[in-house]
Structures are given as C-alpha cells and as structure tokens.
C-alpha cells in the first residue's frame, strides 16, 4: 500500500455547517499539488451533526480518515493523535473554522521544499476584535519569541507545515501545541514563516475567549522552563537550594558568634528561625532537583525518542 505523501490534520469541536465547505476547498486546492494526500480529522467530542457528516465524507472520499473522541479534551490532544496517525513525509495542519484559507497550503509546502522544517502561517489582516484577540495575541507573541529565540509573529496561527520526522519527535499535552516551533528549536530545526489569509469566520462561534490569554501566560513560565531546565532540573532546584542553605548556614554560623563569643540570647530571635528553615528549604530543594533528574531519565527511556536529530547524513546504506 503507497504511503500518502502529504498528511493533513484538523481537529474539529462543533463546527457541523463548516464541514462540506470545507471539504470543497481542501479538495479543490490539494487537487492541484499532483501529490497523495490523507486528510485525518479528529472530532473532539463534538455535540452536533459534526461527526455524521464526517462519516458521509468519509464513505465518499477514503483519503479522509476520521477520529472521534468519546469527550472533549481539546486541540492539543486532537494534534497529538493526528500526528501520530500521520502517514506523509509533510505534515499540515489547518483549523476547520474555515478562517484558515487551504489555497495557502502550496505556499506552506513551496517552503518545505527549500528546505524549512516548519513553515508557520502568519496571519498579517487578522479579521479579529483588536483589544480581545489581536493585542494579547501580539503580546503573547513577542514574549513567546523572546522566551524561546524563535522569532515568529503569529504562534497561534494553526496553519502550519512540519516535517514528518520532526512532528513526530515532539511530545505536546496541556495547551502546547502553539508553541511546538519553540520547543522543537532545541532540535535544531529550520523555522520560517510566510504571510498567509486569515478570513472572518462564516459559521458558529470562536472557542476562545479572553480567559484563554491566562493560560497562555501560564504555557509560556512552562515552555522556558522546559526550554532551559527541561533537562536538567538539578540545575534550577539544585541552585534554589544552594542559596537557600548558603544563606541559611551563614545566618546560623553568625548567631553562634553572638552566642558563644558575644554570650548573648538567641533562643527568641526571629533569625535562628529563618536559619532552621532556609537550610530545611535548601535541603528539600536539592533533594527535588536530584529525584527530578531521575524521573526526566526515566521518562525519556520510556519515549524510547532520540535526544538529537540528525539532518543528513552520508555514507551510510538505508
């Protein structure tokens, strides 16, 4: 059985009037690569028609596969499958809000070809409300890039190209499927962006509100963590500790002096308190830091995933 060169992968929640359009345009414009392509879709629990209609398509067209999730878990778990099923050497992904134009695919994939291996949509006339979506947006975005040194002006963009080596190397949960171009850097990889059409959305209701720009706040303190000690945390708790027990031993060694040279009272001050527990504090700190490195080994044993990536490499039979 021929593998499909191109993967597209949507992930869709209640958006049962945007399914055929949809499908029209996706065809339309996949129709002029001259490539194979699979188009897998995965129903994030939605409650409308969305999933029968997916069926319909499905039994019409065997190039769409669909995914059903028994709930709603969200976009970075819809990703996560859908790069997982993933059978083409390209992988695309596009919201199926229909805001995402699918004619900007070519563009995406005639920059793979020079040799990117993430091509990320940047959404120049975004169709949105300015002070609820489009300035945190932009807020977020400068922060993302300057956290994680890959300089991008729409990480929330979903139309996006990833090689398939690349994608499938990369473990997303929580909210962290807009920032995989900043944790896939430290994998060496080749970003770039191109302007692409960002249309008002013709049908149901944004999923996102202003709350979302919290979480996204939150995402950003994860990914430079993860970004700096996500492999070394001896590193951050194991420094945490040191200065907390430094801090604590000299505190303790200047009451002593006061105690034993000076012969004052130290029972009752409020230092030999905060000596006790700075260095109880920095003791635990370096304890965490040392099971943290143990749990990180553990973890990547288990992912059985290379901890570099290798672009070419010559001499070597397949």
Request: with cysteine; net charge neutral.
């Amino acid at each position: 059985m021929n593998l499909p060169e191109i993967s597209i992968v949507i992930p869709l929640y209640n958006e049962q009037d945007s399914i055929a359009p949809l499908y029209q345009e996706l065809t339309a414009a996949l129709s002029n690569l001259k490539k194979s392509y699979e188009v897998i879709v995965i129903d994030d629990g939605s409650t409308d028609l969305s999933f029968g209609r997916l069926c319909e398509i499905h039994e019409a067209d065997e190039r769409w596969k669909i995914v059903q999730f028994r709930r709603n878990y969200g976009q970075t778990a819809g990703f996560s499958v859908g790069f997982n099923l993933a059978a083409g050497a390209i992988v695309i992904t596009i919201d199926a809000d229909l805001q995402n134009n699918p004619q900007d695919i070519l563009r995406l994939l005639a920059k793979i070809e020079e040799g990117y291996d993430i091509v990320s949509g940047w959404r120049v006339n975004r169709q949105e409300a300015f002070f609820s979506r489009r300035l945190p947006s932009m807020l977020a975005n400068r922060l993302i890039s300057k956290v994680s040194g890959v300089e991008l002006h729409d990480y929330g963009c979903t139309l996006k190209a990833y090689r398939s080596e690349i994608i499938k190397n990369i473990q997303i949960y929580g909210e962290l499927h807009r920032f995989i171009p900043a944790v896939a850097s430290s994998l060496g990889i080749r970003t770039t962006e191109i302007p692409v059409d960002d249309r008002m959305r013709r049908f149901g209701k944004s999923k996102y509100g202003i709350w979302r720009t919290f979480r996204v706040i939150l995402d950003i303190i994860l990914v430079r963590f993860l970004f700096i000690y996500g492999t070394r945390p001896i590193q951050v708790f194991g420094g945490l500790g040191l200065l907390m027990g430094t801090v604590g031993f000299i505190l303790g060694m200047m009451l002593i002096y006061v105690k034993l040279v000076m012969g004052e009272q130290i029972g009752d001050r409020p230092l030999l308190l905060l000596a006790i527990l700075l260095i109880i504090l920095g003791v635990q700190m370096v304890s965490i830091g040392l099971i943290g490195e143990i749990v990180i080994r553990i973890y990547q044993e288990a992912q059985s995933r290379p901890r570099y990536m290798t672009r070419e490499q010559l001499g070597f039979e397949d």
